[in-house]
């Protein structure tokens, strides 16, 4: 099924995402946010038409109920916004819009598939890597498939898809999501587009994976996004208004086989700007740990800041069940958060549980931050450690997690290495060149999670899980 979103009027969208709830009998909370620029024209209501995908057949049209707008402009608490006052300094301003209706689609029949579509006229033109931005239809898609039992969730995301951050300032950006329903996801980078199937326009050098100007600029290995927990990370070093679409997809395995139960693409808008010279405060690690089901597993989070007039706060976002966590915020200049869980004995899964800790200064006019994901990967009790000899396979792999490099021994000579992605996908296969004693290479794999398969000579293989930094 489609799902259009559509306004009347010019306004001055600059970023969003569809996200959707299932609430059971075949009907769906489905929401909508978009972000504008208060130096342009606010948003008409939107109205929704629901199509099926394969047919094309209209379902239903639902007008979205409207909704105040919400200034989530990242300024200090003493200074003001474009959204608040055009005789405002500070050159910028962003309002929230969060739309939601619920949609009953009994009458889809047949149709499993529907995928959700919003369209306005325009994208804000204070965006200045795309080609006449201000006459850009600004177009979001998202994807679920209603068949799908238990019902599908999308993700939600905590943190708006906007930031306003320093030149020559390293930036990390948390897509801030929750995963209620436990699937796997995956993130990649992809085309802001102007209707189905029809992307933007860039300004040259730009492109969906060049979308502004980085350090190291046009290596794309400057420009990081992590497939498994959509953090960005770069260091931008012009002032510009720049638009990253990044493509969340679900994952599911049934009858065994990953399948994709849904996506959404959200549009945001990152805005460079010159800054006095101030440090952006930062997190402490470690940033993973390994725990058996049934044990107890504890982070503690120091941050720290070295210009000595900042006063930080501390903050998390996940979804860990019956995780614990505590600040000394507001008591102390550099907070420590601490996390606490008590894991139980069907918490072992082969991908690791994540939360993100957000570290903010409070220096004007703008506030800079640290974001850094943790992740816990909770294995079976029955199951060994990974830098130790399988006694069945006799195959070793270590370090884990590892930075570079991960080496691989095995009693018998190597065939054959295998590496997967988080949701099965094979990613590279080597030779294992009749040794006993393999190296393998990261190369330009992102941080993250992956499952690697070894082989040996006489067809023993034994799969591990791998984490590299």
């Known amino acids: 099924m489609f799902i259009f979103f559509s306004a009347r009027g010019q306004s001055s ?3 969003g995402e569809i996200t959707w709830t299932s609430i059971g009998n075949d009907s769906f909370l489905i929401k909508l946010s978009i972000y504008r620029d208060c130096n342009g024209s606010p948003p008409g209501i939107p109205t929704v038409l629901i199509k099926c995908k394969s047919t094309g057949a209209v379902v239903t049209t639902v007008t979205m109920p409207n909704t105040p707008a919400v200034d989530i402009t990242p300024i200090c608490r003493t200074g003001c916004t474009k959204c608040q006052s055009s005789n405002c300094s500070f050159p910028f301003g962003i309002e929230q819009y969060i739309y939601s209706e619920l949609v009953v689609l009994s009458g889809a029949g047949s149709c ?26 600004f177009y979001l898609e998202a994807m679920l498939n209603r068949c799908i039992t238990p019902y599908d969730n999308s993700p939600q ?13 390293d930036f990390v950006f948390s897509q801030g999501v929750i995963n209620n329903d ?58 510009e208004q720049a638009v990253i679409a990044v493509k969340v997809s ?10 994709k139960t849904g996506e959404t693409t959200r549009e945001i808008l990152i805005i460079i700007m010159n800054c006095t010279e101030n440090l952006p405060p930062v997190l402490s690690g470690p940033y993973y740990k390994e725990v058996f089901a049934g044990e107890n597993v504890t982070f503690s989070i120091a941050t720290n800041d070295y210009d000595t007039h900042d006063t930080l706060l501390l903050s998390w976002e996940g979804n860990i069940p019956a995780a614990s966590w505590s600040t000394n915020n507001k008591q102390v200049k550099h907070p420590t958060g601490i996390l606490t869980w008590q894991t139980q004995k069907g918490d072992a899964r082969n991908t690791p549980y994540f939360f993100i800790a957000t570290v903010k200064d409070d220096n004007c006019p703008i506030n800079l931050s640290d974001t850094r994901v943790y992740q816990i990967l909770v294995k079976d009790s ?11 396979s006799g195959f070793r792999v270590y370090p884990n997690p590892a930075t570079d490099r991960i080496t691989i021994e095995s009693m018998l000579s190597l065939k054959q290495v ?22 393998f290479d990261r190369g330009q794999l992102s941080p993250g999670l992956y499952f690697m398969k070894v082989t040996d000579i006489q067809g023993n293989n034994k799969k591990f899980s791998i984490i590299f930094e």
Not at 250 to 259: C, H, L, Q, S, Y
Not at 425 to 437: P, V, W
Request: charged share 15%; glycine share 6%.
């Open 182 to 239: 436990l699937d796997s996801l995956s993130f990649e980078l992809t085309t802001p587009l102007i209707s189905h199937g029809v992307g933007v326009s860039y300004v040259s050098p730009y492109s969906f994976d060049k979308p502004l100007y980085f350090n190291g600029f046009p290596d794309s290995v400057a420009f990081l996004l992590n497939q498994n927990t959509g953090v960005l990370s770069f260091r931008p070093i012009k002032t």
């Open 418 to 439: 295998e590496l997967f992605n988080v949701i099965g996908a094979k990613i590279r296969t080597l030779d294992g060149n009749d040794s006993k004693i393999f190296q």
């Open 112 to 137: 499993c598939e529907l995928s959700l579509e919003y369209s306005e006229c325009c994208r804000s033109d204070s965006i200045s890597t795309l080609t006449s931005a201000g006459n850009s239809p």
């Open 13 to 15: 969208i600059s970023a």
């Open 382 to 392: 029955s199951t060994m450690g990974m830098n130790e000899y399988d006694v069945q």
């Open 157 to 169: 995301f905590t943190n708006p898809p906007v930031a306003i951050i320093c030149k020559n300032n």
């Open 250 to 259: 679900e994952w599911r395995k049934i009858n065994g086989i990953p399948t």
